[in-house]
């Protein structure tokens, strides 16, 4: 069974850091792409970073470039997102996926974990 679990979110104030981890098992990722989402209350799940998990190019949405990073470890089979510079308009589920295609449209992806929340304070 596959398995993406989501972990590391929490209350932090403004200007403050996070890393959040997605831990995978079941199967091997190695063709896959990884990305990290969020949603807001009333809003769209909007993509904020990928990355194939053989690494390479990595995509950034215009909200969070510069002050998030995507980047797995694969002894560990986890994939990360280091969220530095928050602000409260960050505050979101913030949801780990996969999928076999190296595109992907829109929230079309195959597999996808429970979310974890992130709350930033003014």
């Known amino acids: 069974q596959v398995r993406l679990v989501e972990s590391g979110g929490g209350l932090v104030q403004a200007g403050g850091s996070l890393r959040l981890s997605c831990a995978t098992s079941?199967?091997?990722?190695?063709?896959?792409?990884m990305g990290w989402f969020r949603q807001a209350p009333g809003k769209e799940r909007e993509l904020l970073a990928t990355i194939p998990w053989s690494g390479g190019y990595t995509l950034y949405a215009d909200s969070v470039k510069g002050r998030f990073t995507i980047s797995r470890d694969n002894a560990k089979n986890t994939v990360y997102l280091q969220m530095n510079s928050l602000k409260p308009e960050d505050t979101a589920t913030y949801y780990c996926a996969a999928d076999p295609r190296s595109t992907v449209v829109g929230v079309t992806w195959t597999y996808w974990g429970q979310g974890t929340q992130v709350t930033v304070s003014s």
């Open positions: 079941g199967r091997t990722f190695s063709n896959y792409q």
